[in-house]
């Protein structure tokens, strides 16, 4: 049994596979992130998650190893110091930021699709999740704003939605979901920390912890939705 970690030199992406390990039940783990970062019990790899050659190269030794039972997207992009930051209105928008929102946090997990779903047993259980993000949510937006992030988020959603469409017919053990991981003390939330409530700002460890949890306990029933880190349906 293979588990894979996309992002996983990131906050909540290291924290992963860390959790992983520690838990036990995988043969391997592979930890894959642009850089190939080191992690300690875990079969490091670099990948551009945006480069065909390298995902096609990774998904031919992942299935080599055995079958990818748990493949999990930890990557993602809010802002980027001055150059690129939620936009508070539309007279903000920016074609340049648009793209790189949209490629970190829709490509480049539909990318990755691509590869890890033919790898993930076609009887048995597999899951592939996707950290996802409550401003993600249509019917639950209420402040607008963050444009190019909530549309990213929310297109992820609808590939989820897809991919568990499209699993069902070859894999009827397959789940396909998108992950809220809450707010966690990250360099992707660092910015906007300030009006998270007391008790409410995760570490990466107690998010990671939560997560694997909700994957734990996740059916078929629940492909194609979207869950916080308390395992509560995020609506679409």
Not at 72 to 91: F, H, M, N
Not at 113 to 139: D, N, Y
Request: aromatic fraction near 8%; hydrophobic fraction near 45%.
């Amino acid at each position: 049994m293979i588990a894979a970690v996309f992002g996983s030199s990131g906050g909540i992406g290291r924290a992963l596979v860390s959790a992983l390990l520690a838990r036990g039940g995988y043969t391997h783990v592979f930890a894959i992130s642009r850089s190939g970062a080191a992690h300690e019990g875990a079969q490091a790899r670099q990948a551009d998650f945006l480069d065909a050659a390298d995902l096609a190269a990774l998904a031919e030794e992942i299935a080599a190893a055995g079958p990818l039972c748990l493949a999990i997207v930890a990557s993602g992009l809010l802002s980027d110091g001055d150059a690129l930051q939620p936009e508070k209105t539309y007279r903000h928008h920016l074609l340049e930021n648009f793209q790189r929102v949209f490629e970190a946090n829709t490509f480049a997990p539909g990318l990755i699709a691509k590869h890890m779903l033919p790898l993930m047993p076609k009887k048995e259980r597999g899951v592939f999740a996707a950290l996802s993000a409550r401003v993600g949510s249509i019917t639950d937006n209420r402040l607008g704003g963050w444009h190019a992030y909530r549309a990213s988020k929310a297109a992820l959603n609808m590939l989820i939605r897809n991919y568990a469409i499209e699993q069902a017919r070859r894999a009827p053990g397959a789940i396909c979901v998108g992950l809220h991981p809450g707010t966690v003390d990250t360099g992707l939330s660092r910015p906007f920390q300030s009006g998270v409530s007391e008790g409410k700002l995760f570490t990466p460890d107690q998010s990671a912890g939560y997560l694997l949890d909700v994957i734990g306990n996740l059916t078929p029933e629940d492909s194609g939705k979207c869950f916080d880190w308390a395992g509560k349906e995020v609506p679409a």
